[in-house]
């Protein structure tokens, strides 16, 4: 391993249909007995961020049993909501593409840093054929942290003993489209790579502080030139 790419899922690679607000919601619902009063805001955020900011929202106490139920019903309405995935859902432009060309390069690693739970990470990956270039045993997980910054240091971690490697910061790689996700790179020391497919603007993840930000995953060739610079 001679480069550690990780990727943001949605609004990066796919584009869920909303279909995760959804599943959010019916595995909310029940754990909790009702709907969450309000909905936190979901991009770039991690799954146990969202859930305990909408439980102190809800006046409930935050307690890592909850937790644990609370994604072991995600895991179930994930699986369940598969059919609406994919009939809402669909791969961004160029993510197939761009996911082939790096698997194709000597030394490069790719897994993902995303607020998805890991089961979900895999139902939305494999829906639309994208998961096989991944290794998504050393990922960093929604289930993991509230703190997407943990989550890359995770993922640097589990990337660094699975390959039996020692890494500098600097060839580790985070692609996403929200200012979360060049935070969480910039803190880490990792290269960061906006990509202005969600709702954030190119100038939004330029001001977050991303090395490059590329409009969308459609040029491959851009996208290679970024990743392995």
Same mark, same amino acid.
């Given at each position: 391993? $001679? =480069?550690?790419?990780? @990727?943001?899922?949605? %609004?990066?690679?796919?584009?869920?249909?909303?279909?995760?607000?959804?599943?959010?919601?019916?595995?909310?619902?029940?754990?909790?007995?009702?709907?969450?009063?309000? +909905?936190?805001?979901?991009?770039? %955020?991690?799954?146990? @961020?969202?859930?305990?900011?909408?439980l102190? @929202?809800?006046?409930?106490?935050?307690? !890592?049993? &909850?937790?644990?139920?609370?994604?072991?019903?995600?895991?179930?309405?994930?699986?369940?909501? =598969?059919? $609406?995935?994919?009939?809402?859902?669909?791969?961004?432009?160029?993510?197939?593409?761009?996911?082939?060309? +790096?698997?194709?390069?000597?030394?490069?690693? $790719?897994?993902?840093?995303?607020?998805?739970?890991r089961?979900?990470? /895999?139902?939305?990956?494999?829906?639309?054929?994208?998961?096989?270039?991944?290794?998504?045993?050393?990922?960093g /997980?929604?289930?993991?942290?509230?703190?997407?910054?943990?989550?890359v240091? +995770?993922?640097?971690?589990?990337?660094?003993?699975?390959?039996?490697?020692?890494?500098?910061? =600097? %060839?580790?790689?985070?692609i996403?489209?929200?200012?979360?996700? &060049?935070?969480a790179? %910039?803190?880490?020391?990792? &290269?960061? &790579?906006?990509?202005?497919?969600?709702?954030?603007?190119?100038?939004?993840? !330029?001001?977050?502080?991303?090395?490059?930000?590329?409009?969308s995953?459609?040029?491959?060739?851009?996208?290679?030139r970024?990743?392995?610079?």
């Amino acid at each position: 391993m $001679q =480069r550690l790419v990780l @990727w943001d899922i949605d %609004r990066t690679l796919i584009d869920g249909g909303k279909v995760g607000r959804d599943v959010f919601v019916a595995a909310y619902l029940a754990v909790v007995g009702s709907e969450p009063p309000r +909905l936190p805001e979901f991009g770039g %955020r991690t799954d146990h @961020w969202i859930f305990t900011t909408a439980l102190a @929202w809800h006046g409930r106490e935050v307690s !890592a049993e &909850i937790v644990a139920e609370f994604f072991t019903h995600l895991a179930e309405h994930t699986r369940a909501h =598969r059919p $609406q995935l994919l009939a809402r859902g669909s791969a961004l432009a160029g993510a197939a593409q761009a996911l082939a060309a +790096l698997s194709a390069q000597a030394g490069v690693v $790719q897994s993902v840093v995303t607020g998805n739970i890991r089961a979900a990470a /895999y139902e939305k990956l494999s829906a639309f054929d994208l998961l096989g270039p991944i290794d998504l045993e050393v990922g960093g /997980y929604g289930c993991d942290d509230g703190v997407r910054a943990v989550l890359v240091r +995770l993922a640097h971690e589990r990337a660094q003993a699975k390959y039996a490697a020692t890494l500098p910061a =600097r %060839r580790v790689v985070v692609i996403g489209d929200t200012p979360h996700d &060049i935070e969480a790179a %910039r803190a880490n020391g990792a &290269i960061a &790579i906006g990509v202005a497919t969600g709702s954030c603007t190119a100038d939004e993840l !330029a001001e977050a502080g991303a090395d490059v930000v590329l409009p969308s995953l459609a040029d491959t060739a851009s996208v290679l030139r970024a990743a392995l610079a």
